[in-house]
């Protein structure tokens, strides 16, 4: 029984990674997951709401974004190969898929779908919050999830933040583990679920835990298609982003990778 909770667990941070991306994706942050634009990061890894790059740009620091320090990169020849993989699979599936859904399913539903899995993340948000002390944070997301949940339709609806003005946190583990010092480590880009580190990586693990499907006796068939309803929904609301930002790119591997670790830079200087 354990052993099966911890495998769920570990799958589930699939669903947590959007990955898009960096997510996520572009993935907010599966089917195949490309590596993320740098405009969806903002959007997406915060959260995934659309609200979260108002709230970051809020904080101010998306204007005073800062040449990061390069992050190790020892797996480089490994993570480059999974960046093509990622990128075909974007070409050659998830692109094509995300195209007929945009044409037979209306944005306003798509941004509907988008706020139901965000609200999903709500209890990793408010327990990372917690974990670094800031117990306002952590009230305002456990009162968002209850108010979305309910009066929001089970999170269809972001009623917590279009009618009370409670904005989300857009907190994780990883950025719990930076808090207390961690390091980023080294560059991994996975396979489907694209760039991360090491420390990220750990945090999205932790993350999975305190996802709510966790707590559902449902199939792999139910949990392998909620992931990719989640990301073919995510692609089709951001179609053109990643193709922006890697064809205008000299190296699309290293602006990727670059991009994300400035993305991870800003929330953990804002915390």
Same mark, same amino acid.
């Given at each position: 029984?354990?052993?099966?909770?911890?495998?769920?667990?570990?799958?589930?941070?699939?669903?947590?990674f959007?990955?898009?991306?960096?997510?996520?994706?572009?993935?907010?942050?599966?089917?195949?997951?490309?590596?993320?634009?740098?405009?969806?990061?903002?959007?997406?890894?915060a959260g995934?709401?659309?609200?979260?790059s108002?709230?970051l740009?809020e904080?101010?620091?998306e204007?005073?974004?800062?040449?990061?320090?390069?992050?190790?990169?020892?797996?480089?020849?490994?993570n480059?190969?999974?960046?093509?993989?990622?990128d075909?699979?974007y070409?050659?599936?998830?692109?094509?898929?995300?195209?007929?859904?945009?044409?037979?399913?209306?944005?306003?539903f798509?941004?509907?779908?988008?706020?139901?899995?965000?609200?999903l993340?709500?209890?990793a948000?408010?327990?990372?919050?917690?974990?670094?002390?800031?117990?306002?944070?952590?009230?305002?997301?456990?009162?968002?999830?209850?108010?979305?949940?309910?009066v929001g339709?089970?999170?269809?609806?972001?009623?917590?933040?279009?009618?009370?003005g409670?904005?989300?946190?857009?907190?994780?583990?990883g950025?719990?583990?930076?808090?207390?010092?961690?390091?980023?480590?080294?560059y991994?880009?996975?396979p489907? *679920?694209?760039?991360?580190?090491?420390? /990220?990586?750990?945090?999205?693990?932790? &993350? !999975? @835990?305190?996802?709510?499907?966790?707590? +559902?006796?449902a199939?792999?068939d139910v949990?392998?298609?909620?992931w990719t309803f989640?990301?073919?929904?995510?692609?089709?609301?951001?179609?053109?982003?990643?193709? *922006?930002?890697?064809?205008?790119?000299? /190296?699309?591997y290293?602006?990727?990778? &670059? !991009? @994300?670790?400035?993305?991870r830079?800003? +929330?953990i200087?804002?915390?």
């Amino acid at each position: 029984m354990k052993r099966n909770f911890a495998i769920r667990a570990g799958f589930i941070l699939v669903l947590l990674f959007m990955a898009d991306p960096v997510l996520a994706g572009s993935a907010q942050d599966t089917g195949a997951a490309p590596e993320p634009a740098a405009s969806s990061l903002v959007a997406e890894e915060a959260g995934g709401s659309g609200s979260g790059s108002e709230a970051l740009q809020e904080d101010g620091w998306e204007d005073e974004w800062e040449p990061a320090v390069p992050l190790a990169d020892p797996l480089e020849p490994i993570n480059r190969f999974f960046f093509h993989f990622n990128d075909k699979l974007y070409y050659w599936v998830l692109k094509p898929v995300a195209r007929v859904y945009s044409t037979i399913i209306a944005e306003d539903f798509q941004v509907v779908v988008r706020n139901f899995f965000d609200n999903l993340r709500t209890p990793a948000r408010a327990v990372s919050s917690l974990l670094q002390g800031n117990v306002q944070d952590s009230s305002v997301e456990v009162a968002r999830f209850a108010l979305n949940s309910t009066v929001g339709i089970i999170g269809f609806g972001d009623f917590a933040s279009d009618v009370m003005g409670l904005r989300s946190s857009y907190e994780d583990l990883g950025q719990t583990l930076a808090y207390y010092g961690a390091g980023g480590g080294f560059y991994i880009n996975w396979p489907f *679920l694209g760039p991360s580190n090491f420390r /990220d990586s750990l945090g999205m693990l932790g &993350d !999975a @835990y305190l996802h709510p499907v966790i707590l +559902l006796d449902a199939g792999w068939d139910v949990t392998i298609g909620a992931w990719t309803f989640e990301k073919v929904n995510y692609t089709a609301l951001t179609l053109g982003d990643y193709e *922006l930002f890697t064809e205008t790119a000299l /190296d699309p591997y290293t602006a990727v990778k &670059d !991009a @994300y670790q400035q993305f991870r830079n800003g +929330l953990i200087k804002n915390q």
